[in-house]
């Protein structure tokens, strides 16, 4: 899997480890910094360049340290199409992506060891979304807060894939989202919601 992080300062270390680590498991680990240890960098330098890839599906998913891993989960989220979150338990880990197609990580640098983040991290990874009705219900509604831009934006086509849409305009002259998924589906109207 092509597997994108980001870290500042405080999660530095960790950060490196963890890479090398997917690295050796096989992954190809796309390094978004920071490249050197600076006491005085910002997280948001790193992690949105991260989410903006995530976003775009330049790589598959996320892994994003800082200290807490609060400030990173803040950063990513305010990008489009991103759903990051601090995990520090196992069954979120996995349970995150399976119901709420989370794609980006975020850890705490100064908060979990190695092991533990080593054991989310591969959880994460290894997760993969269910495509349940009820989750990408729930998740229509939560890319609704995003607004109406569609550019880029993923959602559910009735065959329950996530993909992203194309805006165009339908045989009536009505505005309307279109999957642009490996085979197009169909007509998603606009909202996200299967025709």
Not at 61 to 77: F, H, K, L, P
Not at 83 to 96: E, M, N, T, V
Not at 107 to 116: A, F
Request: charged share 25%; aromatic share 6%.
């Amino acid at each position: 899997m092509r597997v994108g992080m980001a870290c500042d300062h405080g999660g530095f270390e960790l950060k490196a480890r963890i890479a090398s680590g997917l690295a050796r498991a096989g992954h190809e680990v796309v390094d978004f910094g920071a490249f050197e240890l600076d006491d005085t960098d910002d997280y948001p330098d790193f992690v949105i360049p991260l989410a903006r890839a995530v976003s775009k599906g330049e790589v598959e998913r996320g892994v994003a340290v800082c200290g807490s891993g609060v400030g990173a989960s803040i950063a990513a989220n305010k990008t489009p199409n991103v759903r990051a979150a601090l995990i520090s338990d196992h069954f979120s880990a996995r349970q995150g992506v399976e119901d709420d197609d989370m794609n980006i990580l975020c850890l705490g640098g100064r908060v979990v060891g190695h092991e533990l983040a080593w054991g989310l991290v591969t959880a994460f990874l290894g997760a993969r979304f269910s495509g349940a009705e009820r989750h990408i219900r729930r998740l229509q509604k939560v890319a609704a807060l995003e607004g109406g831009n569609t550019g880029g934006r993923r959602t559910s086509c009735r065959r329950g894939r996530w993909h992203k849409v194309q805006r165009g305009r339908g045989h009536h002259g009505r505005l309307l989202d279109r999957c642009a998924g490996p085979v197009l589906h169909g007509h998603i109207r606009r909202g996200g919601r299967p025709r």
